[in-house]
Each structure stands twice: as structure tokens, then as C-alpha cells.
């Protein structure tokens, strides 16, 4: 009975528990907005540049990440999550996923805030989704000879691509917070690197990197504020 609770606790050690404990979080909270609209998780939660501008409400930035606008919204992100997350979590790491994740969702979030039109309200995990989709991405540049590798970067950019020109032609998508999510995949990916392969990794350029990513977050944020006049 120990060796089989063992096995247990390893095999969960060793799968997507960041991945599925994120899908578990977000169902949870699509359940509480439907369930009790009095919560009021919503207006309280998403993306809204004015309450983030005049209220200082900058966990805005994070929240968003953990919403979404009904049903169908919720359920493709939810799946889209699932397959890619286990396999950039695998690959990654627990830590340095949900970093990459978490990270690259709050950047698409600092994107939407400082280029989407003033009052605009946005929500959902794609921002983080496209951030572990640029996490990947960036492996086609330290994995150059590994076919594998290069095959599923192949799939993913052009599934990125066509979702950037479908952005572009369909107003209730977020395209700035989707360029924002992949642009701190990208970054993320390269400032965290992989666990067991740090010998490809330049320590000048994950820091530089990493730089890059606080000076775009800290620009969108200005910018936002700009936008709604609070600094001159």
C-alpha cells in the first residue's frame, strides 16, 4: 500500500499538477461569475484601464489572466491550455512554467492597457497561453539540428500566425494582449531557460532578456497611464 501511494505521489510529482491546477483554478472561477454574479469577479477583475489609471487597481494586471467572457471563451482556452500547457511544462519545469505563464499573461495584460482603446475591458488566458506558445518557440533557436524540435516550432508559429491575422479581422479578440503574452513568452523563455540544458543559454543574454521584459512592462504601463492623462 506505501509503494503504491509512492508511485502515486511521484507520477503526480512528475505530470502537469501547474497545468491542470490552473485549468481547476480558472473553472473554479467561471463557476463563482456564473453561480454568483453578486461576487461581482468580473467588474472586479478584468482588464480596465481606467480603474487601473484612477483607482490604482494594479492587480488588474494579473486577474485578467484567471476570466473569461461565457462559455465558449472558457472552454477553448481551457483546451487549447491543457494540450499545449502539459508539454511546455514537461518541458520546462513546474517552476519555470508557471513564471513563463504567469509572467507573460501579466505583459499581455500591460499591452492591452497601454495600447487597446481607452475603455476597453479584456480578460482570458490566452495572454498566457500565447506566452507559453513563445516560450516554445524560442527552443527553435537553441534546438536548431533537433528535427522534433524543429517540426513542432513549425506547427506552433504557424498556428500563432494565423491566430495574430485572425486578431487583426476580429474586434472581441485582444490582439495587444496576444502580442504582448508572445513577446514575453519569447523573453521569459530565454531569461528562465531550460533546467538541464543551461550550457546553451548565454548568462549575458538571459539577463538581457530579462531586462527587456521589465523595460516593456514598465513602457506600457507609462504609456496606459499617458493615455488617460495621469502623467504629462
Known sequence: MNFDLKRTANQWKNGPYITYSLIAIQTLIFLLDYLAPALQLQPRGVMFGPYVAFFHQYWRFLTPIFLHFGLAH?????????????QVEALYGHSRFLGIYLLSGMLGNAFSFAFNTAGIQSAGSSTSIFGIFGAFLILGFYFRHNPAIQGMV????????LSLVFGVFDQSIDIWGHIGGIIGGLLLGNTIALPKNPGRYS??????????????????????????????
Open 203 to 232: 548568462i549575458h543574454t538571459r539577463i538581457l532578456t530579462g531586462a527587456i521584459y521589465v523595460f516593456l512592462f514598465g513602457i506600457c504601463v507609462i504609456y496606459g497611464l499617458k493615455k488617460y492623462g495621469i502623467l504629462v
Open 74 to 86: 472558457f472552454a477553448i482556452n481551457s483546451l487549447v491550455l491543457y494540450f499545449i500547457g502539459q
Open 154 to 161: 513549425r506547427q506552433f508559429a504557424i498556428f500563432v500566425l
